[in-house]
C-alpha cells in the first residue's frame, strides 16, 4: 500500500503541476515507445534495412525460376570499306553495305541438386546485301541442351541452405532493432521525467523555503531564533532559487532531446505520466534462453555461420583436383531466301562436348586449400560455441538484474515515503520551534535525494525489461512473441 500510495502521489503531483499549462501533451512511457518505433530516424533505418534484405532474398529466389529472355540486332546496318588481301598479297579496300539483323529467345532452367543447366533457344537472322540487292535468312528453329559440371562447387545447393538463414536472420535482426529503439527512448524518457521531477521539487522547495523564512522572521522580532539561522534560510531560498533555474534548463534540454529521437513536432510541452510496475511478472532465466534461442537473430546466425563453413570446406574441394563440364545439345538450323524456307526441311545440329582440367602438378596448392578451408571450419565451430556461452550468460547476468532492479524499486519507493513524511514532520516542527534549521536541511536533502532515487529506480526497471525483451524477442508482460508488424 505505501509503494502505491507513493506513486499515486508522485503522480498526483506531477498532474497538478503541469495542470496550468494550457498547451501540453501528456505521455506514457508505452506511449512514447510506439511513437519512437513508428517516427524515429532509427525506427525508419531499420524498416529500409528490412526492405534490402527482403529484395535480396527475392533475388535469391529467382535463381531458381524458369529464365526466359529476349536478345537482339535490329537494326544492324553497316556502310562502309574493309581491306581485302588479294591472291599476290596486296590490299584492296572493297566498299561494303548491309543490315545483319537478329532475334533471340533464350530459355534456360538450373537444377538445385546437381547443378545443371537446362537451355532452349530459337533463332532468327535477316542479311540484306545492299551492294548486291540480295536477302539471306538464317534461322535456328529450336535447339536444346544441358550443361552439366562435374565434380565442381555446387553454388545452388548451398546457397538454398544459406540464403533461408540470412533472410530469417534479417527479419529477426528487425524485430532487434525496433527493442533496440524501446530501450534508447526509455533512456530519454527518463531524462525527461527526471527534469520534471527536479523542476517539481525545486519550486516546491522554493515556496516551502519562503513560508519558513517568514515564519522564521516574525520569530527573530519576537528573539526566538539567531540571525545565523535567518542567514541559513536566506541562503536555502537562493540555492531553491538556483535550483528552479537549473531545472528548468535541464527540462529544456532533455525536451528536446526526447522530441528530436521521436519525430515529435510541434511546440507543446510534453508532460511526462510516471510508469507503473509490472509487480506480477515473473522472470526466470531458463524460461529467457528457450525464447532468445527460438527467436533472435544470433542463434540463426549461429546456423548460418557453422553452415557457411562447411560451404567454404565444399568450395575448396570443387575447385581442386579433376573438374570437367559435360555440354550437349541437339536442334535445327537453316537458311533460305524468305523466312518459310528457313522451317522447311531445316538441317539437324548435335552437340556432345567434355571440358576438364587436372592438375598435374601444382606443389601441394590443391590440399593447401583444403586443409585451409578445413581449419577454418574448426576455428569458426569453436567460436560459435563461445559466443553461444557469452549469449547465455548474458541473459542470465540480465535475468537476474532484473529480478534485483525489482526489488530494488520496492524498497526506493518505501523510502521515498518515508523519507517525504519525515520531512513534513520535520518541516511542522520547526515551524513550532522543536527543530533545528539543521535537522530541517538535512530531512530536505533526504527527501530530495528519495525522490530522485525513486525515478531513477524506475529507470533501471524498465530499462532492464525492455533489455530483456531485446535479448529474448519476448513480450513477457503479454506472454508471447514479438512478431513484425
Known amino acids: 500500500m505505501k509503494i502505491l500510495y507513493t506513486i499515486l502521489l508522485l503522480t498526483i503531483s506531477l498532474n497538478a503541476f503541469c495542470s496550468g499549462e494550457a498547451d501540453s501533451t501528456r505521455l506514457t512511457l508505452k506511449e512514447v515507445v510506439a511513437m519512437a518505433k513508428d517516427n524515429s530516424i532509427a525506427a525508419k533505418q531499420a524498416v529500409t534495412t ?17 529464365q526466359l529472355s529476349l536478345n537482339g540486332n535490329l537494326p544492324a546496318y553497316s556502310k562502309t570499306s574493309t581491306p581485302v588481301v588479294q591472291p599476290d598479297g596486296t590490299i584492296i579496300f572493297q566498299p561494303i553495305h548491309y543490315d545483319n539483323s537478329s532475334l533471340t529467345l533464350n530459355f534456360s532452367q538450373s537444377i538445385t541438386a546437381t547443378g545443371a543447366t537446362i537451355y532452349g ?21 529450336y535447339a536444346i541442351g544441358f550443361s552439366q559440371p562435374l565434380g565442381q562447387f555446387n553454388s545452388l545447393k548451398w546457397d538454398k541452405k544459406i540464403q533461408p538463414l540470412l533472410y ?4 529477426q535482426a528487425y524485430i532487434e532493432a525496433q527493442e533496440q529503439i524501446s530501450i534508447t527512448v526509455t533512456g530519454y524518457f527518463f531524462d525527461l521525467l527526471l527534469a520534471q521531477v527536479n523542476l517539481q521539487t525545486a519550486e516546491a522547495n522554493l515556496i516551502n523555503t519562503q513560508k519558513i523564512l517568514k515564519i522564521a522572521n516574525l520569530k527573530f522580532d519576537l528573539g526566538k531564533v539567531s540571525k545565523n539561522e535567518i542567514l541559513q534560510l536566506q541562503l536555502e531560498q537562493l540555492n531553491a532559487k538556483k535550483a528552479v533555474g537549473t531545472a528548468k534548463r535541464d527540462m529544456e534540454i532533455a525536451t528536446l532531446n526526447l522530441r528530436s529521437y521521436i519525430g515529435h513536432e510541434g511546440d507543446e510541452k510534453i508532460v511526462l505520466q510516471v510508469p507503473e510496475t509490472i509487480s506480477q511478472m515473473s522472470v526466470t532465466a531458463d524460461r529467457v534462453l528457450t525464447e532468445a534461442f527460438a527467436n533472435r537473430s544470433d542463434a540463426i546466425a549461429f546456423m548460418r555461420r557453422i553452415a557457411e563453413a562447411k560451404r567454404d570446406v565444399a568450395l575448396a574441394h570443387g575447385q581442386t583436383g579433376l573438374t570437367a563440364t559435360l555440354t550437349a545439345n541437339i536442334g535445327t538450323s537453316n537458311s533460305a531466301k524468305n523466312i518459310v524456307g528457313v522451317y522447311r526441311s531445316p538441317q539437324n545440329q548435335q552437340l556432345v562436348e567434355l571440358q576438364f582440367s587436372i592438375p598435374v602438378l601444382d606443389w601441394g596448392r590443391s590440399k593447401a586449400k583444403i586443409k585451409t578451408a578445413e581449419a577454418n571450419q574448426k576455428f569458426t565451430e569453436y567460436s560459435v560455441e563461445q559466443d553461444k556461452q557469452t549469449f547465455k550468460q548474458q541473459i542470465v547476468t540480465q535475468v537476474s538484474l532484473f ?19 519525515k520531512y513534513k514532520i520535520a518541516r511542522e516542527r520547526y515551524v513550532l520551534g522543536d527543530l533545528s534549521i539543521t535537522d530541517l536541511s538535512i530531512a530536505f536533502q533526504e527527501n530530495d535525494q528519495a525522490k530522485r532515487d525513486y525515478v531513477q529506480s524506475l529507470r533501471d526497471f524498465w530499462s532492464a525489461y525492455y533489455q530483456l525483451r531485446y535479448l529474448s524477442l519476448y513480450d513477457f508482460e503479454k506472454n508471447e512473441k514479438i512478431t513484425c508488424k
Open 168 to 171: 530469417n536472420e534479417s527479419r
Open 50 to 66: 528490412r526492405e534490402t534484405k527482403y529484395w535480396q532474398w527475392r533475388t535469391f529466389k529467382s535463381n531458381y525460376q524458369p
Open 121 to 141: 533457344q530459337t533463332q532468327m537472322q535477316r542479311f540484306d546485301d545492299f551492294d548486291r540487292n540480295s536477302i539471306l535468312y538464317n534461322g535456328v528453329p
Open 403 to 421: 529480478n534485483v532492479m525489482k526489488d530494488q524499486l520496492a524498497l526506493t519507493a518505501e523510502a521515498d515515503s518515508i523519507a517525504s513524511e
